[in-house]
């Protein structure tokens, strides 16, 4: 089934046009990669559909329901969540803290059955929270504080918050970006295990292309704002226009 739905979505900053007519789909089970050379207007159709800007023209569907423009916050609630390329952590609070804030940072249902009987719901949503964190290798860290994390630690534990809202759709946003290899290893077994253990649908974009073609069943890849290829990783690394659009340009790390 189709999760979203993205089709003719343009985007225009002055006189630039930063996306022209994207059309692409997700299925639910995806794990798809958004791919292509500086500049290609990745970010730019991260933050369109998932709210941080409207697009220009075209139409988003997610989950059968148009969120063409729709605020970031209203789309989170629908249940798709994404991360930024920077870890984007609660600082001075432990690593179950934030996991079990961003449970409920989008007001969830639940909540009202905290007030009402805060002891036994408070462990359950720990509980639940240590699993997410063991996901993510961050079991034994649980205790301390975001800021005494090392930066790998993280920035795996930004996107166990965007999980922990249970979306339907996780959007990451380079999340190998600025880590080391043993970092980057770390950070691809977690997104593994989030595939294989819980199901969740997810799209990413990185620059990375080991770990893109390592962890993705298809890829999507933009030059200058439009889509000009689409396929499983060894359909995308053979063909000839994605070779031509990296060609010359700043190369992956791999
Ligand atoms: N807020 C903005 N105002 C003006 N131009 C912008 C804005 N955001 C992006 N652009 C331009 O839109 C184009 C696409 O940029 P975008 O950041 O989406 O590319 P990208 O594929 O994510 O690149 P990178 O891999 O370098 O992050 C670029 O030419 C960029 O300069």
Redesign the pocket.
Known sequence: MTLLDVSGVQRV??G?V??KDLTFAVREGDLLGLI????????????VISGV?PPSAGRILFAGRSITGMSANRIVRQGLARTFQAATVYPGQTALQNIVRGRFAFSRPGLAEGLLRPGGWQRRQEAIALDLLALFGLDHRAGVTARELAYGEQKRLGVAIALASDPKLLMLD?PVAGLNPEEAEEMSGALLRVKEQRNITMVL?E?HMRVVMALCNRIVV?NH?SLIAEGTPAEIAADERVIEAYLGRRQSHA
């Open positions: 900053f002055g630039l930063a996306l292509g050379p500086n500049g290609a207007g990745k970010t730019t159709a991260f933050n800007i380079e974009v620059h933009l704002g």
